[in-house]
Each structure stands twice: as structure tokens, then as C-alpha cells.
């Protein structure tokens, strides 16, 4: 256990359906992170929080719509996906975003593993 | 475009050291070097990290070369629930990380 949890773990859902993916870190941190892996492919950062303000979105399409509404928590918005969006989505998190620090890590959750149909 | 350069695949005998090595020759001076793994379809576990100094801790060794261009994870005696992707990464603060395809270790009975 990393002290970062997501849920749902699985998620099917239509082309047309909304649904929210839930993120939740017990570790005092401030800064959280939505990856995106498809098959066969490297992780892909796709948004950072710090301090609850988003400080990073790697041109994501607005069908994805994040939202952290304290440090401990972070959700993932999807309406209106496309196949090629099924993938593994991991959540992460680590002390601040190059605040002081000499040196932070990243600790990751488990993953929801998301299907569209 | 990761920073790194690793083998797509290794294999290691049961109870044997593994070797993984990770060539980095652009890093610059205030960079870290970071090791993960990932476990089938599993969220990446923290491994190690380092910025000259070789390091230990209770899951591997960080071998990081004196012009700092290369390094080499340890895991001193593999089990075969060490077979995983693991990812070299190397950042300044550890929190702009950008993963490459990682090598894909396998631990053979």
C-alpha cells in the first residue's frame, strides 16, 4: 500500500456516458497528479495540482475534466469518450511541486483500468 | 521524450543478482536519478533514487557512474516477484517525470 487509493479499479462505460474517476491520498502531500497509460505505451503525465491549483495540463482534450478540491483529493471528470480513451488512468502524489524541496518522489495508486465501449 | 535509454527486456535466474542498467548522457547537474517498477496492469512502485552517491535501501542498490551518464539498479537477489517494467527516470525535483518504455525484467525459475 502507497497510501494513494482510486476507485472505481474497473470502470466499462459508453461513448455518451459521464462518469467520474476518484483519487485519495493519506500521505500529508500537496501535489497530485492524473497518468494516462495505454496499451504498449509509456505513462503520459496529463495534469498536476499543487496546493489545489492546476500548474500542468499536457494539451489534454476538455472531454477530460479534473478537479481537486483539497490536497487529499483528486477527481477525474470524463463525458463524452472515445475508444481509443480505454486505458489504465494512475494518480499520483508527492510532497509540492518545486517548492523548496532539493528532491521529491512520487507515489502512485493502483489505477482504474477504463474501458469505452 | 524521456531522458533515458534503457534495454526493452532482460531476464535474471531466480536467487541471482539483477542488473539493470540505464544510460542518461544529458543529464544535467541538478537532476536526480529515480528507478520504478510496475507490476502487471499495477500503479508504479517507488523503487530508489539518487543524485552521485551510490544508494541502498531494503529493495535495491543505486550504481550511479562518476561522470554520472549511466547508472545501474541492483536487486541484489531476484524473486520471481520481481518480474515488472522497471523505468529509469532521471528529474530535477521529482515531479515533472517523463516515463520511457522501460525495460521489462523477467525472473526466470
Known amino acids: 500500500e502507497t497510501g494513494v487509493t482510486q476507485t472505481p479499479r474497473h470502470l466499462v462505460m459508453g461513448m455518451t456516458n459521464k462518469k467520474s474517476l476518484k483519487c485519495e491520498q493519506h500521505l500529508g502531500h500537496n501535489a497530485m497528479y492524473w497518468y494516462k497509460q495505454s496499451a504498449k505505451k509509456p505513462l503520459e503525465l496529463m495534469f498536476v495540482?499543487?496546493?489545489?491549483?492546476?500548474?500542468e495540463n499536457n494539451s489534454v482534450p476538455s472531454r477530460f475534466s479534473p478537479e481537486c478540491p483539497n490536497s487529499s483529493h483528486l477527481f477525474l471528470h470524463l463525458h463524452t469518450l472515445q475508444p481509443e480513451d480505454s486505458a489504465l488512468y494512475l494518480c499520483a502524489s508527492s510532497q509540492e511541486q518545486r517548492a523548496t524541496l532539493s528532491t521529491d518522489t512520487q507515489y502512485f495508486g493502483p489505477g482504474t483500468r477504463l474501458t469505452v465501449l | 521524450d524521456a531522458k533515458t535509454t534503457q534495454p526493452p527486456s532482460m531476464d535474471c535466474a531466480e536467487g541471482r543478482a539483477a542488473n539493470l542498467p540505464c544510460n542518461h548522457s544529458?543529464?544535467?547537474?541538478?537532476?536526480?536519478v529515480y528507478w520504478y517498477r510496475q507490476i502487471h496492469s499495477q500503479g508504479p512502485q517507488y523503487i530508489i533514487h539518487?543524485?552521485?552517491n551510490n544508494e541502498t535501501n531494503e529493495m535495491a542498490s543505486l550504481i550511479i557512474t562518476e561522470d554520472r551518464k549511466s547508472s545501474t539498479l541492483i536487486l541484489p537477489h531476484a524473486t520471481l516477484r520481481d518480474t515488472a517494467v522497471y523505468y529509469c527516470?532521471?528529474?530535477?525535483?521529482?515531479?515533472?517525470?517523463?516515463f520511457g518504455p522501460g525495460t521489462r525484467l523477467s525472473v526466470l525459475p
Open positions: 495540482y499543487n496546493f489545489k491549483e492546476q500548474t
Open positions: 539518487g543524485l552521485k
Open positions: 527516470i532521471v528529474d530535477d525535483y521529482g515531479q515533472n517525470f517523463v
Open positions: 544529458t543529464i544535467s547537474g541538478n537532476e536526480y
